[in-house]
T-cell receptor, first 111, second 114 residues
Framework: DAKTTQPNSMESNEEEPVHLPCNHSTISGTDYIHWYRQLPSQGPEYVIHGLTSNVNNRMASLAIAEDRKSSTLILHRATLRDAAVYYCILRAMNTGNQFYFGTGTSLTVIP | DTAVSQTPKYLVTQMGNDKSIKCEQN?????MYWYKQDSKKFLKIMFS???????INETVPNRFSPKSPDKAHLNLHINSLELGDSAVYFC?????????????FGEGSRLTVL
C-alpha cells in the first residue's frame, strides 16, 4: 500500500543539512507527496507536502524530481530535536484519499 | 488546548476483556481516523470517518468497532481483546477527506494485553 521506499536509518551531525531521500516510482499524476515525522513517544506530525514544484516552509524544504519518481526532504540545519522517524507518504487519491505510512527513515542527530 | 486528545494514554488489561479508547478533536475538522502502530513501529490505518459516517474500514477484525457520536469525537471499542491487539493506537483528524493538507495526530494510547 505504501508505495514508497526510504532508507531505514540515517545519521547527521548537528547544525548540518540533512537530505532524506524517498523513492516512489509508481506515483500517479494525482498523488501528492507528504512528509511526516514522529518524535519518540509522540504522534506523527506534519512536515511538508507537494505535488510537482519544490516547496519550502519553516520546518523544511521538499525537492521533487522532475519525473516525480523520487523526492528529498531537506532539513537545512539539523538540531537534536529533529531526531525522529521521517515518513514519506503518497496521498492515494484513488483509494479515498487515505494516508498509508511506510517504514520511514530513523534520523539520528549527532551532537 | 490540545488539538486531538486521546484517553487513556496507557491501558493494561487481560485477554478477553472489552475496552474503549476515546478521541476528541477541537479543530472543527470533518474527518477523523484511527491508526494502529505495532511493535515494529509500522503505522497502519484502521478506520476513517467523515461527518460521522464511516468511509474507510481496512481489514480490521470486527472485534474493533468505531463509534462517532458527533464529528468531534471518534471512539474505538475493542471486544474480546487478544495478545496481538497490543499496540499504540493513534487518533487523527483532517479538514475533510479530500484535503491535501495535514493530518493532526493525538499522542497515542498504548494498549497492553496480558
Amino acid at each position: 500500500d505504501a508505495k514508497t521506499t526510504q532508507p531505514n536509518s540515517m545519521e547527521s551531525n548537528e547544525e548540518e543539512p540533512v537530505h532524506l531521500p524517498c523513492n516512489h516510482s509508481t506515483i500517479s499524476g494525482t498523488d501528492y507527496i507528504h512528509w511526516y515525522r514522529q518524535l519518540p513517544s509522540q504522534g506523527p506530525e506534519y512536515v511538508i507536502h507537494g505535488l510537482t514544484s519544490n516547496v519550502n516552509n519553516r520546518m523544511a524544504s521538499l525537492a521533487i524530481a522532475e519525473d516525480r519518481k523520487s523526492s528529498t526532504l531537506i532539513l537545512h540545519r539539523a538540531t537534536l530535536r529533529d531526531a525522529a522517524v521521517y515518513y514519506c507518504i503518497l496521498r492515494a487519491m484513488n483509494t479515498g484519499n487515505q494516508f498509508y505510512f511506510g517504514t520511514g527513515t530513523s534520523l539520528t542527530v549527532i551532537p | 488546548d490540545t488539538a486531538v486528545s486521546q484517553t487513556p494514554k496507557y491501558l493494561v488489561t487481560q485477554m478477553g476483556n472489552d475496552k474503549s479508547i476515546k478521541c476528541e478533536q477541537n479543530l472543527g475538522h470533518d474527518t477523523m481516523y484511527w491508526y494502529k502502530q505495532d511493535s515494529k513501529k509500522f503505522l497502519k490505518i484502521m478506520f476513517s470517518y467523515n461527518n460521522k459516517e464511516l468511509i474507510i474500514n481496512e481489514t480490521v477484525p470486527n472485534r474493533f468497532s468505531p463509534k462517532s457520536p458527533d464529528k468531534a469525537h471518534l471512539n474505538l471499542h475493542i471486544n474480546s481483546l487478544e495478545l496481538g491487539d497490543s499496540a499504540v493506537y493513534f487518533c487523527a483528524s483532517s479538514q475533510d477527506d479530500f484535503y491535501t493538507g495535514e493530518l493532526f495526530f493525538g499522542e497515542g494510547s498504548r494498549l497492553t494485553v496480558l
